[in-house]
């Protein structure tokens, strides 16, 4: 499989992964789609856009048809009219293009292991380049007719929150999945809190959002992941945490029943932007700790070995150096 896939030509192998990036798009638009309050096209919560930002950090920017593509494939049998479904396309791809080479030149790295890589992450992909898509999406269906003026800011607000909340649980969980790799030799210890902390997360996320006064159960769990389980832990349970958010406010349940749909939208942006910051954040400062650990550790074994091998030379060279003989005082006054 893998000869073939170097067989092919430059051009060849471009297509294919324009088309496998078009097809990922789509099917996370699908996801998204089944959330939507607006028109049947706008959603609280776009993996589509996790996608989107994740395609030019993984794969580069050369392949952004691929954004475009799975953006048409999802908008144009949603209308309203085919050159605002191209609008709309363009502007799924040119957010996360220009969050994308902002970040970059701020210097992000994919790692995720600095805290600077998470406040990017966070302030210029889920913020930044998503209001860029959002004004421009809401923009043009207000323009074509599809919506009244009267409803620009509020659509914009939910197309705004749907985009950053797929940047801020989806693209981090994209960026970590190359470097991911089955544990092996995991103590049964551990597997039993793995399935401790599963049980939890899903008891958490649906007693959170019964009512508003069990919101904060959300933050020990997330810190229990992020400590236990590093980067993976606490963004898989982000997602859930928010997704189940979403889910409350898109059927006005628990602490959203009583509030209008821009105010609902409000309060999941702060909710989910607060429990995604934190994921990232708590993540990446354990992770930057273990490192700092692993350092000073390794560092202590260098200087260890260095005295090891240092001491027996030192030893013999005391061996085999003569002790000098001290002047006798009793000569020094005769002369």
Request: positive net charge; proline residues 6%; hydrophobic residues 55%.
């Amino acid at each position: 499989m893998r000869l073939a896939a170097r067989q092919l030509s430059p051009a060849a192998r471009w297509c294919l992964i324009v088309l496998g990036v078009t097809l990922c798009y789509f099917a996370a638009g699908q996801i998204g789609i089944q959330w939507a309050i607006v028109r049947d096209q706008i959603s609280p919560l776009w993996p589509a856009a996790g996608v989107a930002l994740a395609v030019p950090m993984l794969l580069g920017p050369r392949y952004w048809p691929g954004i475009f593509l799975g953006a048409l494939l999802t908008n144009i049998a949603l209308g309203p009219s085919l050159v605002t479904v191209l609008v709309i396309s363009a502007g799924n791809t040119i957010g996360p293009m220009l969050a994308y080479a902002m970040m970059r030149r701020a210097g992000f790295r994919n790692q995720l292991d600095r805290l600077p890589d998470a406040v990017l992450l966070v302030a210029v992909g889920a913020a930044g380049g998503t209001a860029v898509s959002a004004v421009l999406g809401t923009g043009v269906l207000v323009l074509d007719g599809a919506l009244g003026p009267g409803d620009f800011w509020a659509t914009t607000l939910v197309w705004w929150t749907g985009d950053a909340m797929g940047v801020l649980t989806v693209t981090p969980l994209l960026l970590l999945a190359p470097r991911f790799r089955l544990p092996t030799r995991v103590p049964l210890a551990r597997w039993a809190e793995a399935v401790a902390l599963t049980f939890c997360s899903l008891g958490t996320a649906v007693l959170a959002f019964a009512t508003a006064s069990k919101l904060f159960l959300v933050f020990p769990v997330l810190v229990w992941a992020a400590l236990r389980f590093r980067q993976a832990g606490a963004l898989l349970y982000s997602l859930c945490a928010c997704a189940s958010a979403v889910f409350a406010a898109v059927h006005g349940v628990g602490p959203y029943g009583s509030y209008e749909l821009a105010t609902r939208m409000l309060h999941v942006q702060a909710f989910d932007a607060t429990v995604g910051m934190t994921a990232l954040a708590l993540s990446t400062i354990v992770l930057q700790r273990d490192r700092a650990t692993a350092e000073i550790t390794d560092a202590w074994r260098q200087i260890t070995e260095m005295v090891d091998l240092i001491a027996p030379r030192q030893s013999l060279r005391s061996a085999m150096t003569p002790p000098q003989r001290e002047p006798d005082t009793g000569d020094e006054l005769a002369g």
